[in-house]
């Protein structure tokens, strides 16, 4: 499986262990595949939200990602700046579950000759995925974003058993608060446009 546009991408040919976890009044209850945690590195990053949750992240393609309990639909989602990525939290009890982090942008094939992105006013409701948006001054319905989900970014915190000292032994800091996603020339996948800062930190 191919996994280089994972932030932390598994080594190849490496197989894979099921953990569970889940929020702490367990309505989300969730599987992932994903190599021995400890042999690679989490990811700890320094972007507003990310500090904000003191989140600890792993990576797992979102087909690898599945819920035991509760669904994304059950979930609270919020979003900022790009609007892109999906962080969900359990509305019951508050927890981080992580990331949804879509795989493409649609906005290659489109583009705005006046105003931005951020300018567009966005409506969203059942599963949150689908962005309905529209001009807030005049109210005209601009039309739908649809993104596909690339990977899940999971916080680590609520791996069942996780041992959070050994994983904090071998983190990688990731500069997210410079991190943009954009769209590459050929394919129009979503990759940082800045390299992740693999360097290791004990
Ligand atoms: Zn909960
Ligand atoms: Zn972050």
């Not at 600890?56 to 700046?81: A, C, L, Q, W």
């Not at 493409?104 to 059942?126: N, R």
């Not at 601009?142 to 994983?167: C, F, H, K, M, Q």
């Not at 990688?172 to 394919?187: A, F, M, P, Y």
């Amino acid at each position: 499986m191919d996994t280089s546009s994972l932030p932390s991408p598994w080594p190849q040919g490496a197989t894979t262990l099921t953990y569970t976890g889940g929020c702490h009044c367990k309505k989300i209850q969730f599987e992932f595949e994903h190599p021995d945690i400890y042999s690679m590195t989490a990811l700890e990053c320094n972007c507003s939200i990310c500090e904000s949750r003191g989140c600890i992240n792993v990576y797992t393609p979102v087909e690898k990602f599945r819920f035991t309990s509760g669904s994304h639909d059950e979930m609270t989602t919020y979003t900022f700046n790009s609007h892109l990525v999906q962080h969900r939290f359990c509305p019951t009890c508050g927890v981080s579950i992580g990331a949804l982090v879509p795989s493409y942008t649609p906005q290659d094939k489109f583009k705005l000759t006046q105003g931005s992105e951020d300018e567009i006013s966005q409506y969203t409701f059942a599963s949150h995925i689908v962005q309905h948006r529209f001009c807030p001054t005049c109210g005209t319905a601009i039309g739908v974003l649809v993104p596909s989900y690339g990977y899940v970014g999971i916080n680590a915190r609520t791996v069942d058993g996780i041992d959070l000292e050994r994983l904090q032994k071998n983190l990688t800091k990731v500069n997210g608060r410079e991190l943009t996603l954009s769209t590459t020339e050929d394919g129009g996948e979503l990759k940082p446009s800045v390299s992740w800062d693999n360097t290791g930190r004990q």
